[in-house]
Structures are given as structure tokens and as C-alpha cells.
């Protein structure tokens, strides 16, 4: 059974720093994209960051510049380090990835970015 599980939300204020982790199991998640989405309250579920297999990553506009993504395929791990966080980076944080036509969510984990 696939499971993915986000850890590393936090109340931080505009400018700092957070480091998001996924932690998958019940698959080899080494030849799937793999994504962090976020929605904030009231909004719908968005893209805020996706990598490859290859290791090749993509970003909304929105955070270009200031997030980065990243896998550890050999421990099954996503992360996803925010820099420059805005009140507007605030949400749930989802981690996600698609396997054999299945699309896979955990549970989330919240930023908040307020002073």
C-alpha cells in the first residue's frame, strides 16, 4: 500500500526559511514523478513544485526563485526547501506522485507565514 507522509510544517514569519520532507513507502517511487502541492483556505489544490524520475524539476511562477525541490530516490524521500516565505505561501502542503494510473496524496502538513 502506497503511503506518503509530510512532515516539517510550522508557523514561520515572512522572509524565513522551512524544510519540507516527504516520506513515501509500499513502492519503488524511483521512476515516478514525484510533486508538492499546496491550498490554502479557500483556494484550490495547486502545482508548486514537481521532479522527475531524472531528477529534473519544474515550479509555479509564483515560487520560482525561492523554493526548491529535491529526492532522495535510495530512502524514498521528497523535500522541499522554502526560502523568502510570504503570508501568501500559506497553506496545507501536500506531497503527491501518480503509479499505474493512481494518484497518491498524504495528509498534509501546514505553513503558516505571519508575523
Known amino acids: 500500500q502506497v503511503k506518503l507522509v509530510e512532515s516539517g510544517g510550522d508557523l514561520v514569519q515572512p522572509g524565513g526559511s522551512l524544510r519540507l520532507s516527504c516520506a513515501a513507502s509500499?513502492?519503488?517511487?524511483?521512476?515516478?514523478?514525484m510533486g508538492w502541492y499546496r491550498q490554502g483556505l479557500g483556494n484550490e489544490r495547486e502545482l508548486v513544485a514537481a521532479i522527475t524520475s531524472g531528477g529534473d524539476p519544474n515550479y509555479a511562477d509564483s515560487v520560482m526563485g525561492r523554493f526548491t525541490i529535491s529526492r532522495d530516490n535510495a530512502n524514498n524521500l521528497l523535500y522541499l526547501q522554502m526560502t523568502s516565505l510570504k503570508p501568501e505561501d500559506t497553506a496545507v502542503y501536500y506531497c503527491?506522485?501518480?503509479?499505474?494510473?493512481?494518484?497518491?496524496w498524504g495528509q498534509g502538513t501546514q505553513v503558516t507565514v505571519s508575523s
Open positions: 509500499g513502492s519503488s517511487f524511483r521512476p515516478y514523478t
Open positions: 503527491s506522485t501518480r503509479i499505474n494510473r493512481m494518484t497518491y
